[in-house]
C-alpha cells in the first residue's frame, strides 16, 4: 500500500500530516527541478505558510527531464515524507504542498501555462549547476549546446530552463498578468543575476521588448539555500515503509539545520516568509560566499579526497583525525577570503558545519558530492585560491583539494577501483586526465578546461601535491599537507 490522501489516517500518530484542507489549496509557485532538495527545503518552506492558514502557496512542481519524481508522486496525491534525522533520532512529516508534478518533455504547453498562470507569484529552480546554460568564462548562454540553439531559434516547445521562463513570461507579458519574482535556489555566486542574464540573453533572441518588460518587472532576487539532503535511497525507502505501514517512493531525507536567506527584493506577493524562518536581507552575498566556501568548498574537498581514498560517505570521512585536521587548514585559508555578514560568527559555523558534517544517519555519499564537478570548483575552491594569491598567500590546503579533483578525473579509487565521471563536460575532463604523459601536462589540461590559470608558484605546490597523490594516494597527501 502506498502513501496517499487515503492511506493518510493509517499512519502512526507521531507523524505530522497537511493540517489544511489540500482541495482549497491555490498554486502561487512553480517550482522547475523537482529533485530532493526542493522538497526538503523551499517546499516545507511553502508547507508553513499553507499550515498556517495562508493557501495562496501550493507548489506546481515541474521536471525539466524526467518522469521519474511525477512517476513517485502522481499515485501518492503529491504527498511524500521529508524525513528529519539528526543521528539520535528521527522526524517525520507528510508535506502536502506539490499539488502536481509537470514533465516538461511531456507537455511543454502546460508548464508553460502554469509559469503564466495569473494565480503563480513565485517561480523558484533548483536545476544543478549546468541547468542554467551558462559559460562560466563569459557570462554567456551556452550556444554550442543544442537545447539551448534550439530555444534561441524557437519557444514553441521550449528545452531549458532560461527557454520555458521567457515563454512563460511571454504569455504573460501578452495577457497582462502581474508580476513575477524568480528565485534561483542552486549554489551557485550570484545565482540571481546568473539566471536573470540567461533569461534575458534568450528573450533578446526573440523579442527586443519582451527583453526590457522582464528587465522592468520581474526580479531575480539572490538567494543563499543551505540543507544537506543526500540522495534517497531504496534502504531509505524501505525502513520507513516499516516505520509508516504504507510505502512512500517519494519520500527525502534531511538534516535538522534549514537555512533560506533570500535578497529582499520581490517583485509580487509572497507569504510572510520571515515568520517561516527565510531570512530577507540587502545582500546576500556574504552569506553565500560564506556557505559556497566553507560548506560546499570542504565537501567538494572531503568528497575527492575521501573517495579516492575509498570513504562512501562524508561522516567516516571526517571521522578521521587527520581528514578532520586538513578541512580545518582548508577553512583557515578560505575564511580569510571571507567578509562575513555581522551576525554570522566564522568560527562559530565552522564548529556547527563540522557536526553537521559528522552526522552519521544523513549517509551522505562522497560521490554524490564529486559529481560536477566542473560547475562547483570555481565558487568553491578556485575563487578562494585566486583571492588568497591576489592578496600574496599561500593556498596549499585548497590547492589540495584541487589536486584531488583532478586526481578524481583518472577514474580510478587509490586502491584500485574504477568509477564513471559524472559531470557535463566529462569526455573532456577524461582526455585531459588520461591522455597526458606527465603529471605536469594534466596539471596545465585540466586547469585549462576550467579556465584556471595558477601563477607559477601555485601550478608548482598543485604538481606536487598531484604526483603526491598519483604516487602515494590521498591519505599520504592529507599527512603531508599537515606537516607543511
Ligand atoms: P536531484 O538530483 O534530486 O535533483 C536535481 C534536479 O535537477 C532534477 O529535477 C533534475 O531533473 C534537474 N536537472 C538536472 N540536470 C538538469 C539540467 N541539465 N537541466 C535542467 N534540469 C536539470 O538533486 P537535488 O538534491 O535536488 O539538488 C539539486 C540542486 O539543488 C543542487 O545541484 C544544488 O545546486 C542545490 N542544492 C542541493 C542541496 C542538497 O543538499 N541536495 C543543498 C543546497 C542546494
Ligand atoms: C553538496 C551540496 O552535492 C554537493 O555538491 O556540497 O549539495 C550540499 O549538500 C548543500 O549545498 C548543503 O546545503
Redesign the pocket.
Known amino acids: 500500500m502506498r502513501l496517499s490522501t487515503a492511506t493518510l489516517d493509517q499512519l502512526p500518530a507521531d507523524v505530522v500530516q497537511p493540517s489544511y484542507d489540500r482541495s482549497r489549496v491555490k498554486r502561487g509557485v512553480v517550482h522547475l527541478?523537482?529533485?530532493?532538495?526542493?522538497r526538503a527545503?523551499q517546499a516545507a518552506v511553502f508547507e508553513q505558510a499553507l499550515a498556517a492558514g495562508d493557501l495562496r502557496w501550493g507548489i506546481t512542481g515541474v521536471?525539466?527531464?524526467?518522469a521519474g519524481?511525477r512517476d513517485q508522486l502522481a499515485p501518492q496525491d503529491g504527498l511524500y515524507t521529508l524525513v528529519v534525522r539528526d543521528g539520535e533520532g528521527e522526524r517525520l512529516q507528510v508535506i502536502g504542498a506539490v499539488m502536481d508534478v509537470l514533465v516538461a518533455p511531456e507537455d511543454p504547453a502546460a508548464v508553460v501555462a502554469a509559469l503564466a498562470s495569473a494565480e503563480t507569484h513565485i517561480v523558484t529552480l533548483?536545476?544543478?549547476?549546468?541547468?542554467y546554460k551558462l559559460d562560466r568564462a563569459t557570462g554567456k548562454l551556452q550556444a554550442g549546446d543544442a537545447d539551448v540553439a534550439h530555444d534561441l531559434a524557437s519557444l514553441d516547445a521550449p528545452r531549458?530552463?532560461p527557454g520555458f521562463l521567457v515563454a512563460g513570461l511571454a504569455a504573460r507579458h501578452a495577457a497582462g498578468t502581474g508580476p513575477l519574482t524568480i528565485l534561483s535556489?542552486?549554489?551557485?555566486p550570484h545565482n540571481g543575476t546568473l539566471l536573470r542574464d540567461a533569461v534575458l540573453a534568450m528573450a533578446a533572441a526573440h523579442d527586443a521588448n519582451l527583453r526590457d518588460w522582464i528587465a522592468a518587472t520581474v526580479t531575480f532576487p539572490q538567494t543563499m539555500?543551505?540543507?544537506?539532503?543526500?540522495?534517497t535511497t531504496p534502504a531509505d525507502i524501505a525502513a520507513l515503509a516499516d516505520t509508516l505501514g504504507v510505502e512512500d517512493h517519494a519520500m527525502v531525507k534531511a538534516e535538522p539545520f534549514t537555512q533560506w536567506v533570500i535578497e529582499d527584493r520581490f517583485a509580487g506577493e509572497r507569504p510572510d516568509l520571515a515568520a517561516f524562518g527565510v531570512q530577507l536581507t540587502d545582500a546576500v552575498a556574504p552569506w553565500e560566499d560564506a556557505k559556497l566556501r566553507l560548506l560546499n568548498g570542504a565537501h567538494s574537498a572531503i568528497a575527492y579526497l575521501g573517495g579516492l581514498a575509498g570513504f562512501d560517505f562524508v561522516h567516516e570521512v571526517v571521522a578521521q583525525p587527520q581528514a578532520r585536521a586538513f578541512v580545518e587548514t582548508l577553512w583557515d585559508e578560505s575564511a580569510t577570503t571571507l567578509d562575513p555578514p555581522a551576525a554570522l560568527d566564522i568560527t562559530q559555523y565552522r564548529a556547527a558545519l563540522m557536526a553537521r558534517f559528522a552526522n552519521p544517519a544523513l549517509q551522505h555519499r562522497t560521490r554524490q558530492i564529486a559529481m560536477d564537478g566542473s560547475q562547483k570548483l570555481p565558487q568553491r575552491l578556485l575563487a578562494p585560491i585566486a583571492d588568497r594569491r591576489a592578496a600574496g598567500l599561500p593556498a596549499d590546503a585548497l590547492a589540495l583539494a584541487v589536486a584531488a579533483w583532478m586526481r578524481w578525473q583518472s577514474g580510478m579509487t587509490d586502491s584500485g577501483e574504477a568509477f564513471t565521471i559524472e559531470d557535463p563536460i566529462s569526455d573532456r575532463l577524461c582526455n585531459a586526465a588520461r591522455g597526458a604523459d606527465t603529471t605536469q601536462d594534466r596539471v596545465d589540461a585540466l586547469s585549462g578546461l576550467m579556465s584556471f590559470r595558477p601563477d607559477p608558484s601555485l601550478r608548482g605546490t598543485v604538481i606536487a601535491h598531484l604526483a603526491t597523490l598519483e604516487r602515494s594516494g590521498a591519505v599520504s597527501a592529507i599527512g603531508e599537507a599537515l606537516k607543511s
Open positions: 527541478g523537482i529533485g530532493a532538495f526542493h527545503h521536471s525539466l527531464r524526467s519524481v533548483t536545476i544543478t549547476e549546468k541547468g531549458t530552463a535556489c542552486d549554489n551557485l539555500v543551505d540543507r544537506i539532503v543526500p540522495a
